[in-house]
């Protein structure tokens, strides 16, 4: 699956931009090669800026404010870290919308070190108001969010990942797919798996009596489709595995929960800087990601 959805973006958006008149990309050089094809068609509407990220967000927050939809693009670090001040003041504080979708998620550029990892960008952006923000765990969720993404005119992120699971597990029938869906049922515990860890928890929790939550947006976060979960259970204890940093929505279950007795544990990328580049595989096991580490926070949290 590697790659899958950064090539699934870009078909998509080459699609878009023949569609709608009203549809901009704009690249800081990273991904910029593979919109060649769309450039050539739509010069004025596909803008590579070189490597100059403040100007990335700036320029598509002056799209906005002239009317269009911007779509900026980069790997996450440079798309959320480097110009957050951009994205809090160009594009929040000026009340305008656009589309940013990152890719290389936490730690899928693991080569090229700690400046191409980014575990904390779905927490900073969480710090904004109205932003919607989308963890896709297939490329068929990542191009159902950017469709809907591209014909909107609010403030979206989409963070695109080398690791995707099997199949696409994003709800159906609510016309958005952002709402939780239940993977599997049992009556003594909630685990909530986000965007690319579903297959990880669905193999880590085999044999365990617990529910399996699975959701491909965090924000908003479905906290009706969790209480509903909970209810069911023995135990109201509740373990979420996030592919970001860990305890990254922690505060959205405790909100969802505040009024009933319950525990909570955030599973996720560690605080702590891994300093040998590996493979993003090696990272996962690392932070305890991997099917036999998540099993292990699971039942030693649950006391199973």
């Known amino acids: 699956m590697a790659g899958i959805?950064?090539?699934?973006?870009?078909?998509?958006?080459?699609?878009?931009?023949?569609?709608?008149?009203?549809?901009?990309?704009v690249t800081a050089?990273?991904?910029?090669?593979?919109?060649?094809e769309a450039r050539a068609s739509h010069p004025a509407r596909v803008v590579n800026l070189g490597i100059r990220e403040q100007l990335l967000i700036g320029v598509a927050g002056g799209m906005a404010l002239a009317g269009m939809r911007p779509i900026a693009h980069s790997f996450a670090p440079f798309l959320i870290e480097r110009p957050f001040e951009q994205i809090k003041l160009d594009l929040n504080h000026q009340g305008v919308g656009a589309v940013l979708v990152s890719a290389g998620a936490s730690y899928d550029i693991a080569g090229g070190g700690r400046s191409h990892q980014s575990p904390g960008d779905v927490a900073l952006l969480a710090t904004l108001p109205g932003w919607t923000l989308h963890v896709p765990g297939h490329p068929d969720e990542a191009e159902t969010q950017l469709r809907e993404a591209a014909a909107g005119d609010d403030l979206v992120y989409i963070r695109l990942s080398n690791q995707a699971n099997r199949q696409a597990y994003a709800r159906q029938g609510d016309g958005h797919g952002h709402g939780f869906r239940v993977l599997r049922r049992g009556g003594s515990g909630t685990v909530v798996a986000i965007g690319p860890m579903a297959d990880a928890?669905?193999?880590?929790?085999?044999?365990?009596?617990?529910?399996?939550l699975y959701g491909a947006t965090v924000r908003p976060f479905d906290g009706a489709a969790l209480r509903a979960v909970v209810a069911e259970q023995h135990d109201a204890s509740v373990v979420l595995v996030e592919p970001c940093l860990a305890g990254t929505s922690v505060a959205e279950v405790s909100r969802t929960l505040q009024d009933l007795p319950h525990r909570v544990l955030g599973l996720g990328v560690g605080l702590e800087e891994l300093r040998h580049y590996g493979t993003s595989h090696q990272h996962a096991i690392a932070h305890g990601l991997g099917p036999a580490g998540l099993r292990l926070s699971i039942t030693s949290f649950l006391g199973k």
Do not use: P
């Open 5 to 25: 959805m950064r090539e699934r973006f870009v078909e998509v958006t080459t699609d878009l931009l023949a569609a709608d008149d009203r549809l901009t990309l």
């Open 29 to 36: 050089d990273l991904s910029a090669k593979l919109f060649d």
């Open 201 to 212: 928890v669905l193999a880590a929790t085999e044999g365990l009596d617990v529910s399996v």
